[in-house]
């Protein structure tokens, strides 16, 4: 099983970017996958996620009404478009996926998840 996270990159506050993770060797439309991310210095913080293929994202409240989770179970991949970036939003962003349906207390939680992928910085200017 592998995870490929990709599309970050440098942008000046308030622009644009889009996140995508694409997994292969097996399916994860029955799985929880998400997105972190970690800043110099700071523990990994829980960004978006949905608990299963059709389910609602669930997202840190930093990230409300600027971020958008979306998956494509077809394709096996999910995305975090995010836009009007701050620079408190720079960091090493992670994708990260369950073997199964996690509950959803333990969502946010990155020992819910089981698959990461490789990480892709984010940097916003100011």
């Known amino acids: 099983v592998q995870l490929q996270a990709s599309g970050g990159g440098l942008v000046q506050a308030g622009g644009s970017l889009r996140l995508s993770c694409a997994l292969s060797?097996?399916?994860?439309?029955?799985?929880?996958v998400g997105w972190f991310r970690q800043a110099p210095g700071k523990e990994r913080e829980f960004v978006a996620a949905s608990r299963r293929s059709g389910d609602r994202p669930y997202y840190v409240d930093s990230v409300k009404g600027r971020f958008t989770f979306s998956r494509d179970s077809a394709e096996n991949t999910f995305y975090l478009q995010m836009n009007s970036l701050k620079v408190e939003d720079t960091a090493v962003y992670y994708c990260?996926?369950?073997?199964?349906?996690?509950?959803?207390?333990?969502?946010?939680?990155?020992?819910?998840?089981?698959?990461w992928g490789q990480g892709t910085q984010v940097t916003v200017s100011s």
């Open positions: 990260a996926a369950s073997v199964g349906q996690t509950i959803l207390s333990a969502i946010r939680y990155s020992s819910s998840y089981y698959y």
């Open positions: 060797g097996r399916t994860f439309s029955s799985s929880t």
